[in-house]
């Protein structure tokens, strides 16, 4: 009954490997996200597809290759994998990219992957 | 200057304290203000939100924004230890532009 799920929860690894994290929401949104988590608690997006396509790219090093191939999964792909990148990596989804005027457009977050690189 | 600032704490409380958590922001552009709360390993839940200035109220739970001072407060009455969590204020100018999140703050009550 899980709205937005990730895998693997936890994911250790070596530097300079490459390595993905799935993401898969049931909840019928058009829009998804990814968000990374440093230690410090910082939650900063990096990237959103509405639809399968790309509407926001942080200043994100082009290592980290967002791929949807469906509305409802939104895949992260990160290349040579360095230790900075250790953090926890949330993906949310919401209903929309547009919405009424004073109407937020809640975002509904996953339990998030645990990321350490040794 | 960060665009959301928030004291991380930690904060620690008795049981039934009066909580006060506040962010300020330094882009006057911002029109929705969000709290989201955070138990330890899992993500982030929206508790409320407004849309402008204002209070809001939500059982235990008053969020108030001041848009002249460019200040959100959330206030937690009769804080109970099932509270205990991170609770992060978040910011966005327009339903669909990126949401901007503070740091957080940590809260601990005790018993």
């Known amino acids: 009954d899980t709205a937005v799920s990730q895998t693997p929860k936890y994911l250790v690894t070596q530097m300079g490997n490459d390595k993905s994290i799935k993401c898969e929401q049931n909840?019928?949104?058009?829009?998804m996200y990814w968000y990374k988590q440093d230690s410090k608690k910082f939650l900063k997006i990096m990237f959103s597809y509405n639809n399968k396509e790309l509407i926001i790219n942080e200043t994100v090093p082009n290592r980290f290759s967002p791929k949807s191939p469906d509305k409802a999964h939104l895949n992260l792909h990160i290349n040579s994998l360095e230790l900075g990148d250790s953090a926890v990596y949330f993906c949310a989804s919401s209903p929309s990219s547009a919405g009424l005027a004073g109407a937020y457009n809640e975002q509904f977050f996953g339990p998030g992957t645990r990321l350490t690189v040794l | 200057q960060k665009e959301v600032e928030q004291d991380p704490g930690p904060l620690s409380v008795p049981e039934g304290a009066i909580v006060s958590l506040n962010c300020t922001y330094s882009?006057?552009?911002?029109?929705?203000f969000m709290w989201y709360r955070q138990y330890s390993r899992k993500g982030p839940e929206l508790l409320m939100y407004t849309y402008s200035s204002g209070n809001k109220e939500d059982g235990r739970f008053t969020a108030q924004v001041d848009k002249s001072s460019k200040y959100i407060s959330l206030f937690i009455r009769d804080s109970q230890p099932s509270d205990s969590a991170t609770y992060l204020c978040a910011m966005t100018k327009t339903s669909y532009d990126k949401v901007i999140f503070g740091p957080g703050t940590s809260l601990s009550v005790i018993p």
């Open positions: 882009n006057s552009a911002f029109q929705y």
């Open positions: 909840l019928g949104h058009d829009t």
